[in-house]
T-cell receptor
């Protein structure tokens, strides 16, 4: 299994540009989440999904959109990039079951918005 | 919502010493407390977790303790080794009756642990 994969690894955008961060998992996990990591602030939840077709907002959802058309994929869209969205983005997935909260994280995408 | 505070932000120890990282949380409904280790350039990886019906859990050189009354939990690493050097995050979430948190974690700010040979 490849686990959780994310593309691209690095990206530089100009203010106002849009882009999609890709996330895929091959573990048949129901739950998937997007976090952003900023220095001194830990990881903060952006959006999450409990299954195909079902998404919900996390702590910092503004400026981001998500969709979940398949179990495997959970892309994160930046509608109009802003310098405040410069961050490292992590996608995570976890299995649906009793007492199975372990989240598996991807390697991250480092995004810089100029 | 939940708020998790983590201390210290940096921790430097000599190889073989013990390291302790502490976290406090605000939401009394939280009942799942994992610890993640993040190495440079990688995503966080779960190293140990504890649920609210347990006070302490050990796995070889690492242990976690939980005090629900005081709303704090701690990570203990004994006999530290240079490969323990990394960023450590605590987190908290509330699980439903089936024990599932739906992938929603609130993280602490992180602790940079450096183990000197």
């Amino acid at each position: 299994n490849a686990g959780v994969t994310q593309t691209p690894k690095f990206q530089v955008l100009k203010t106002g540009q849009s882009m999609t961060l890709q996330c895929a998992q091959d573990m048949n996990h129901e739950y998937m989440s997007w976090y952003r990591q900023d220095p001194g602030m830990g990881l903060r939840l952006i959006h999450y999904s409990v299954g195909a077709g079902i998404t919900d907002q996390g702590e910092v959802p503004n400026g981001y959109n998500v969709s979940r058309s398949t179990t495997e994929d959970f892309p994160l869209r930046l509608l109009s990039a802003a310098p405040s969205q410069t961050s490292v983005y992590f996608c995570a997935s976890s299995y649906q079951g009793v007492r199975t909260d372990t989240q598996y994280f991807g390697p991250g995408t480092r995004l810089t918005v100029l | 919502g939940e708020n998790v505070e983590q201390h210290p932000s940096t921790l430097s120890v000599q190889e073989g010493d013990s390291a302790v990282i502490k976290c406090t949380y605000s939401d009394s409904a939280s009942n799942y407390f994992p610890w993640y280790k993040q190495e440079l350039g990688k995503g966080p990886q779960l190293i140990i977790d504890i649920r609210s019906n347990v006070g302490e859990k050990k796995d070889q050189r690492i242990a976690v303790t939980l005090n629900k009354t005081a709303k704090h939990f701690s990570l203990h690493i004994t006999e530290t080794q240079p490969e323990d050097s990394a960023v450590y995050f605590c987190a908290a979430s509330s699980s439903n009756a089936g024990g599932t948190s739906y992938g929603k974690l609130t993280f602490g700010q992180g602790t940079i642990l450096t183990v000197h040979p």
